[in-house]
């Protein structure tokens, strides 16, 4: 059976989670504490060199990591993926402009909100942060006014990527009254089939 | 013919600059200076929300942003990605880490160095973004110690990806001297056929 190592605030692991959980596909978490470091034991980095969380593990010993790479192989051949070339860059463009512009803002907010105490420098920088995020959040309502989808026609795994932070975006302090488009996706994404919320293991 | 929005000195416009040019493929560039808001114009962010280059324009008038998910979508069907869904995965899992665990430093420190008046409030956490382009440079070293490339056993857009800001890391203050497999490495990707460097239009 796949092991996901895992920890269940994290919006990263969530994307396999629900993917996983709506493909039907078996999986056996091990949840691993990143707060306590638990991702950064030596057996663990010997694996996984990044140290970090969502990580896969198949049964026959094959690795990987990165949660839009293990979102992306999993999606291969299923309805999740589009087969035309152009709607599959689409939606890697959506998966890298999720990882780049959205991810290192609206959740290092929740982040930094969850963990008060936590030590990082990137706390100097709370009202970049913000901005920046309000700033992914405009890129997304932009293209949510006209399309009801990220990627393509229907649900994709762009979807799952850009769903998993967004939709807790309150709790790193985020106001998503301006955002109506956002809203309406947010709802059409949690009427998918075998959807599953966020800390549900 | 492909219209290319690029910035010359950038390293994400630079791997599509070198992908394009090492599949043969015609396209024509608008320079646009990102220093001076060119991306940032009523018009570009029309065509391209999130007002960042690169980004690409089809005859047929389709748009793509970000560069590895270009890359992604010229690369389908080339010996540049592999057929089989596992490594496809693997070149998306070193994709992501570019993007998200080694472009936000190797390149960014890059860019302070280029522009040293910049106002940007990250440059109060250059301490942070040493380390972590170091941590960055560390998890490719050592898979580089037992792998000629990254997601294959062949040179893919991995390594472009990887290569863009890793070759000019100098530029921003990181010391390759000691690690020896990215070297070897940098030199096996210099002597690729139809390899162009960065700043070649």
Not at 51 to 57: F, N, S, T, V, W
Not at 150 to 179: C, M, N, P, Q, W
Request: aromatic share 14%.
């Amino acid at each position: 059976m796949i092991t996901l190592y895992d920890y269940l605030p994290s919006g990263n692991g969530y994307k396999v989670r629900l993917l996983l959980s709506q493909l039907g596909i078996a999986f056996k978490r091990v949840e691993l504490d990143i707060t306590k470091g638990e991702t950064r034991t030596k057996e663990f980095l010997a694996k996984f060199p990044n140290g970090r969380i969502p990580a896969i593990e198949l049964d026959d010993g094959r690795l990987l990591f990165e949660s839009n790479a293990i979102c992306w192989y999993f999606a291969e051949g299923t309805p999740m993926m589009p087969a035309d070339i152009f709607e599959r860059a689409r939606m890697m463009q959506w998966l890298c402009f999720e990882q780049y512009s959205h991810e290192p803002y609206i959740a290092v907010a929740r982040f930094f909100a969850m963990h008060p105490h936590v030590q990082d420098p990137r706390v100097a920088l709370k009202g970049m942060i913000v901005q920046r995020g309000y700033e992914a959040l405009g890129v997304m309502e932009e293209h949510l006014k006209s399309h009801e989808w990220f990627a393509a026609s229907r649900y994709t795994i762009a979807d799952i990527a850009l769903f998993a932070y967004t939709h807790v975006a309150d709790e790193g302090g985020f106001d998503l009254a301006k955002y109506p488009s956002i809203r309406h996706w947010l709802e059409r994404v949690r009427s998918q089939p075998k959807f599953i919320p966020i800390a549900q293991a």
